[in-house]
Structures are given as structure tokens and as C-alpha cells.
């Protein structure tokens, strides 16, 4: 990868505590306890104007509604089987899946309904339930392993990846279309300037570019020098995608028009969630060993460790929250110590 910068030069840098200012660290505000969730804990969602966040308690069987407000834990939904992607979406993406459940919904005194959508490994279902009520309203079958999900709110379509190798497409409550794929669907992202999906697949090591409209992958881009890639994020602006990998710990940057590498550096262990921040120009990292690793862009190709904030081992899922200018991450229960979710300020514009 002849294009490739050197960005970090090793694994001792990283290994320092690298800081430009305090202003590059997320300051952590909050912390909420989960004081009834054991095991292990996959993706969040957030209700910006209802001040809630949703998380998919993966191990507990359960997604847990926390106020953001009070700083607490006030409801679970219960018997899920392995909750792993999470939307919350505002807009109604499928009517009631009976009239005797519309008529209760619309009982609260609205006809919209404000939806939580939670991927259920264990028995392959997209379920959908009122973010009110947390009735659920409507299941969607996709085989097996429903995992990460992502809404595309001008079609109001709801994509997730599933089983060993697709990326199920839902419209209205129902299922419309898959696309195949050569492995199971890590991480993926909807291109907002074109059609592209862009998806990672660990097994094949490499990330395969689906066509949303035609239905079908058009390329894929090999992952050089690393594997195991699992989180991704897209500066669609830029035309750059970063994808984080495990072995070895490194976040690889590849240009969206040619598919090649444009930069290759080391970050912490375990990494399962990357966000771009374009106001500020940043990447976080959440590291499973225990860091948020903060990266800062001069251009488009060049990027520097500008800070580690300390967090938990095990907490490597994670939500950035561009309205709110929050970090969320999730601890497990780790021993005596309950599980929660941090609440971390990236600081100011």
C-alpha cells in the first residue's frame, strides 16, 4: 500500500497518555447505572427530544430505556432473544401489525408512532416496537442473526445484516429484498450523497460496496495489513471511509472513489464502534481494553492521536450524538461493579 501514510508512529506513542489540551479529551458528565443488566452490552440509540437512550442489552435479554434527564434506568423491554442493532426513528415505518394494537396506540392521543427497532441475533427478527408504549407492533423475519442496522429516512427503509452472509432490506413493517454478501455483515454505512452501501465483512477481509438501488455489491476493497474489520464510519463529504480492525489494533482510512488505503494507524485493543465528528474533525474509537481513542484530521489523509480517555475493560460499544455533543459508552457488569453507560462531553465547535 504504497499510499498509505504513517500517521502514529508505533504502538508506543498510542501507549502514552497523547494529549494536544483538555479540550481534545471527552470529559465524562454522567454516569447511569444499570444496576439489573448482566453480560454483555451491543448497540445504543438515542431519542434526542424525548432525552432518552436505548440500549441493547444484548446478554440480559432485554433493552434498556434509560432518562437521560434523571440519569436513571426506568424501563426494560424483556424477553429478547440477543439484542444487537438498535434505531430509534421518529418517522412511522409500518402501521400496527392488528387493528386491536392501532387502537391502543392511537388511545395515547397521537396517530404518529415515534419507533424503536431492535435486531434480534438469537432468532434472526427485526422487531418494532412504539417508543411510547414499547408495545411491539410489528416482527420481520430474516432467518438468523439479525445484527447491525441502519434507516434511510428518505425511503424510510430499515437494512440490517443477517446470517452468514446478507443485508436484509424492510419497508413498511415488511421484508422487500436482500442483497448476498461473501460473510456475515459487521458494521456497514449509507452513503447520503448516492445509492453506495459500503459494508464490512471480517471473514472475506475486505469491504464490499452495495449498490442500494440496483440491489447487488458492485466491488469490493481488500483490507491490507490488518483483520478482523468491525466498526465503521464514513466522512461522506470527504469520500472517506475508516474502518476499525482488531488484528492488530488499527484504523485503516479508505478513500471512497478509488477503494484504496489512504492511511493505516495503530489504536487501542477490542475496538467495536468508530465516529466521524465533522464539526470537529475527529475520530473516537471505543476500545474494549479501555480508552476512547480521539484522532484529529489536518486533511483528509493525515490524522493525529490527540487523546485517550479512560474508560472500563469491556466497554467498546458506543454512541456519538452530533446534536448533543455526547459520547455514550457502555460498561458490562464486571464482578461487583454494575453495569452502566458513561455520558462523556466532546467539547466545544
Avoid at 440509540?45 to 426506568?74: I, Y
Avoid at 447491525?148 to 424492510?170: C, H, M, P, Q, W
Avoid at 488505503?261 to 465528528?277: E, L, Q
Amino acid at each position: 500500500m504504497n499510499r498509505i501514510v504513517s500517521i502514529v508512529a508505533g504502538f508506543a506513542l498510542l501507549a502514552s497518555t497523547a494529549r494536544a489540551g483538555d479540550a481534545e479529551i471527552p470529559k465524562l458528565l454522567q454516569t447511569i447505572p444499570m444496576p439489573d443488566v448482566k453480560g454483555r452490552i451491543d448497540h445504543l440509540a438515542v431519542d434526542v427530544a424525548g432525552q432518552r437512550l436505548f440500549v441493547a442489552a444484548l446478554g440480559n435479554s432485554s433493552v434498556e430505556v434509560l432518562d437521560l434527564k434523571t440519569g436513571s434506568d426506568v424501563h426494560s423491554i424483556v424477553g429478547l432473544a440477543e439484542p444487537q442493532g438498535i434505531l430509534f426513528v421518529t418517522d412511522d415505518i409500518g402501521e400496527p401489525d392488528t387493528p386491536a394494537t392501532k387502537e391502543r396506540l392511537d388511545a395515547n392521543g397521537s396517530e404518529s408512532h415515534p419507533t424503536i427497532v431492535v435486531a434480534c441475533g438469537g432468532d434472526g427478527t427485526v422487531k418494532l416496537f412504539d417508543a411510547t408504549t414499547f408495545e411491539m407492533t410489528r416482527q420481520i423475519e430474516f432467518d438468523a442473526d439479525a445484527d447491525n442496522l441502519r434507516y434511510e429516512s428518505a425511503t424510510k427503509r430499515v437494512f440490517v445484516g443477517f446470517a452468514d452472509g446478507a443485508i436484509g432490506i424492510a419497508e413498511s413493517g415488511k421484508r422487500i429484498g436482500e442483497v448476498k454478501l461473501e460473510g456475515h455483515p459487521e458494521s456497514f454505512q449509507l452513503e447520503s450523497s448516492g445509492s453506495r452501501l459500503f459494508v464490512n465483512i471480517p471473514s472475506a477481509k475486505h469491504v464490499a460496496v452495495v449498490d442500494r438501488e440496483k440491489r447487488k455489491v458492485i466491488a469490493t476493497w481488500p483490507i491490507q495489513d490488518a483483520v478482523s474489520n468491525y466498526p465503521m464510519a464514513l466522512d461522506d463529504a470527504s469520500h472517506r471511509l475508516f474502518v476499525g480492525c482488531r488484528k492488530p489494533a488499527a484504523l485503516v482510512v479508505l478513500d471512497t472513489v478509488s477503494g484504496k488505503a489512504v492511511a493505516h494507524f495503530p489504536i487501542g485493543g477490542d475496538v467495536d464502534d468508530v465516529f466521524f465528528d465533522r464539526a470537529r474533525k475527529r475520530v473516537y474509537a471505543a476500545c474494549g481494553e479501555g480508552t476512547i481513542d480521539v484522532f484529529e484530521a489536518s486533511d483528509s489523509d493525515h490524522y493525529k492521536l490527540v487523546g485517550r480517555a479512560k474508560t472500563a475493560p469491556g466497554a467498546r460499544t458506543a454512541l456519538f450524538v452530533v446534536e448533543m455533543n455526547r459520547l455514550f459508552v457502555a460498561v458490562p457488569r464486571r464482578g461487583d461493579a454494575a453495569a452502566e453507560v458513561r455520558v462523556y462531553d466532546v467539547g466545544a465547535k
